[in-house]
């Protein structure tokens, strides 16, 4: 999984995985992204911090490549008292819906939300 915040501080989650040839974009561990996108180590697409597509080398003659076509596979992503929950799962409920009465307990320890 790949968790990024664009240029406007919006989090964006995705499966680790180039659209191309399924390398991981993200080496494991924490860390930041370079500020020119995602870059798969295989053929250097890159891809901007939202996902898209933004360079795909050597893919220009290609027939029927459509660049604008091509994303990062995103995933359901919630935030919830600053922790963020990923679900590969698109037909998932609402987290809301399945933590019970846990937003009525957290805010003596973490504020309201």
């Known amino acids: 999984v790949a968790v990024v915040r664009d240029q406007a501080g919006r989090l964006h989650a995705f499966a680790n ?3 191309h040839r399924g390398a991981k974009i993200l080496p494991d561990g924490a860390g930041k992204t ?3 996108g995602l870059i798969c180590p295989y053929h250097a697409w890159t891809y901007d911090h939202t996902g898209k597509l933004i360079i ?4 220009k003659n290609s027939v029927n490549f459509e660049e604008s076509e091509v994303r990062l596979a995103p995933l359901c992503m919630e935030v919830f008292h600053g922790f963020i929950f990923v679900n590969h799962c698109e037909s998932a409920k609402p ?4 933590l019970g009465d846990l937003p009525e307990k957290l805010p003596e320890w973490f504020g309201v939300d």
Do not use: Q, V, Y
């Open 34 to 36: 370079p500020r020119s």
């Open 95 to 98: 987290l809301a819906e399945c």
């Open 17 to 19: 995985a180039c659209a």
């Open 56 to 59: 795909a080398p050597g893919m």
